[in-house]
């Protein structure tokens, strides 16, 4: 199985060549960061512990509702899906997880998947559940809507579903369920908002209770998209209503791409901390709207600020744990490329936001110094940390340049032969 991934030889003779510089690199870094107070080898072993969910859809193209143009080699099912991540992750050393999407990732042998994941270096994350497109053989259409539907048995299809999805879960050792609803409406007047959020509600208490003792469930909001008039979870509001009816094991999940243009991200980040309600994170940069970009392709700053929220939390001891995964659609490069690329981002945001002086902050913030406040932060984006990811990478059995290898590899030309072009699952909707 291992000889499927990336030869041992190849990630060593490719570090041999950048190691000299690395070193010289790092202890450079070293010495800057020592000047402000900052040890090198403490935030080294912060950003090692960090990791961030690959979904198991990321690893194919994307498309969008116009076309999807696939790839070479594209995964034709679970397996070959996990066997990408196994690549990410031997390359990268930043995305020991993957998260599944049922039922584009269903299979016959739930544990043999489960013993190729463990082969692989490679856990489950979240559970992701569909009732946003119709399943071949399906009862009940989710056109008007899943767990909000008017029609009680396609509520009760959709619960059950969700239910599935815990107990494939369970097999895999998983922990949370993320609820992704795009219903909604088109028109003014189609829905009755507050019947339907109380639908939502009784669905969703349905899905709570069978929830095993140690899995949280996450809630999503997205502001639009299917639906274009209104959406019943469409904000933090909504789903930290639901959230708090529903009870303590259930949180709010925050994707990115989900919110109004200009929507001030890191501070809703901020308040779900505060009220113990952050579920976690979908990554992922946008430009107009859940336009699933890379993460920190277009705005690295707005990332980074809300690394600093959850930085800032963890140095005050406030008791919290994200989930932290990438949600992106892949159109133009190589998935494994953009993921690998995307999960090294999100260390090296996490990275930043470490160096920030929380004590000189507090002292600016309690001083009303506005601009000594904001050149700290500054000063921690602003910081070239990539010779502490690199380190990171090497120490794990990595590789110094992720994107390098696995160019050097061959992998994809290998894959490319072995896997005869499939439409390949996970669709254009993330
Ligand atoms: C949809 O816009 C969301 O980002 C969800 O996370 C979705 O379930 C996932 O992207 C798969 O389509
Ligand atoms: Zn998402
Ligand atoms: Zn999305």
Request: with cysteine; hydrophobic share 40%; aromatic share 8%.
């Amino acid at each position: 199985m291992s000889s499927q991934l990336i030869d041992r030889s190849v990630i060593d003779a490719h570090n041999a060549r950048l190691q000299r510089d690395l070193d010289s690199d790092y202890a450079h870094l070293g010495e800057q960061l020592a000047r402000r107070g900052v040890d090198i080898e403490t935030v080294r072993a912060q950003v090692a512990a960090f990791g961030v969910a690959i979904p198991s859809w990321g690893v194919g193209t994307g498309g969008t509702r116009f076309a999807r143009f696939p790839g070479q080699g594209e995964p034709r099912h679970v397996f070959d899906k996990l066997q990408d991540c196994g690549v990410i992750q031997q390359l990268a050393r930043a995305t020991p997880t993957v998260s599944l999407h049922i039922p584009w990732d269903k299979c016959s042998d739930w544990a043999e998947l489960r013993q190729t994941a463990t082969a692989y270096g490679l856990a489950f994350d979240a559970m992701n559940s569909n009732t946003f497109s119709d399943q071949k053989g399906q009862a009940h259409s989710y056109k008007y809507g899943s767990l909000t539907h008017s029609d009680a048995a396609t509520r009760a299809q959709a619960v059950a579903h969700n239910l599935e999805c815990i107990e494939i879960g369970q097999k895999l050792g998983s922990k949370a369920l993320t609820v992704w609803v795009g219903d909604g409406s088109n028109f003014p007047g189609q829905q009755h908002f507050r019947r339907a959020f109380d639908r939502y509600l009784d669905s969703s208490a349905q899905i709570y209770a069978g929830l095993p003792a140690d899995w949280r469930m996450f809630l999503e909001h997205k502001i639009a998209e299917p639906a274009f008039y209104s959406t019943v979870i469409q904000d933090w509001g909504s789903s930290y209503l639901a959230a708090s009816a529903l009870g303590p094991k259930a949180q709010c999940l925050v994707d990115l791409g989900h919110h109004a243009p200009n929507v001030n991200i890191e501070l809703i980040v901020a308040r779900l901390i505060a009220a113990g309600k952050l579920a976690g994170f979908h990554f992922n940069d946008s430009k107009y709207g859940d336009d699933d970009l890379d993460a920190g392709s277009v705005s690295p700053y707005r990332l980074f600020l809300v690394f600093n929220e959850l930085v800032a939390a963890a140095h005050e001891g406030v008791p919290f744990e994200p989930a932290y995964m990438l949600d992106q659609s892949h159109n133009v490069t190589d998935p494994i490329e953009s993921l690998m690329t995307s999960a090294v981002q999100v260390l090296r945001t996490y990275a930043q936001a470490l160096l920030v002086d929380r004590h000189a902050l507090d002292a600016a913030q309690d001083g009303n110094d506005a601009m000594t406040a904001t050149h700290l932060l500054k000063q921690g984006f602003q910081t070239d940390v990539t010779p502490i990811l690199q380190r990171v990478r090497l120490d794990a059995g990595g590789a110094i340049d992720p994107v390098g290898a696995y160019r050097a590899s061959g992998y994809r030309q290998r894959v490319g032969a072995e896997r005869p072009a499939a439409a390949g699952g996970g669709g254009g909707i993330v």
